[in-house]
């Protein structure tokens, strides 16, 4: 069950989130977004150190890495609807959290992340 975010303290400020991460998935369900199975590093990945680059490439030959996105994601201060927003990047940040503690978490293993936020 989806617990309700308290916007209110929001009225005034915006806070946008741009993540990128690569990880192995089986079938892509188990992400907390939608994400899309690859064959190469995608450009918004940018360079990766030889260890990540081999643990990607191995992802990649099984058939099992997968990459989701979040750009210009969260808070506006305009925009009423954006809850649903601010929900996926609170879902994407607690899933990147888990890492933190495991290295497995929901069946998924983390090969690279970026994250990035903007406020105003």
């Known amino acids: 069950m989806q617990e309700s975010i308290d916007t209110s303290y929001y009225r005034d400020s915006e806070l946008l989130f741009w993540i990128y991460v ?3 998935s089986r079938t892509g369900e188990n992400l907390p977004v939608k994400g899309k199975q690859v064959s ?3 450009k918004e ?3 990766l150190d030889a260890d990540t680059k081999a ?3 191995h992802a ?3 058939g099992m890495c997968w990459f989701f996105k979040l750009e210009a994601k969260g ?6 609807s ?3 927003e601010v929900q996926q990047v609170q879902d994407v940040l607690e899933w990147l959290k888990a890492f933190d503690s495991r290295n497995i978490v929901d069946g998924s293993e983390l090969l690279f ?3 990035e936020s903007k406020g105003n």
């Open 22 to 24: 690569l990880c192995t």
């Open 45 to 47: 990945v940018g360079s």
């Open 55 to 57: 643990l990607v490439f």
């Open 60 to 62: 990649i030959d099984q």
């Open 113 to 115: 992340a970026a994250i």
């Open 82 to 84: 954006g809850a649903k």
């Open 40 to 42: 190469k590093i995608p």
């Open 75 to 80: 808070w506006r201060s305009h925009d009423r």
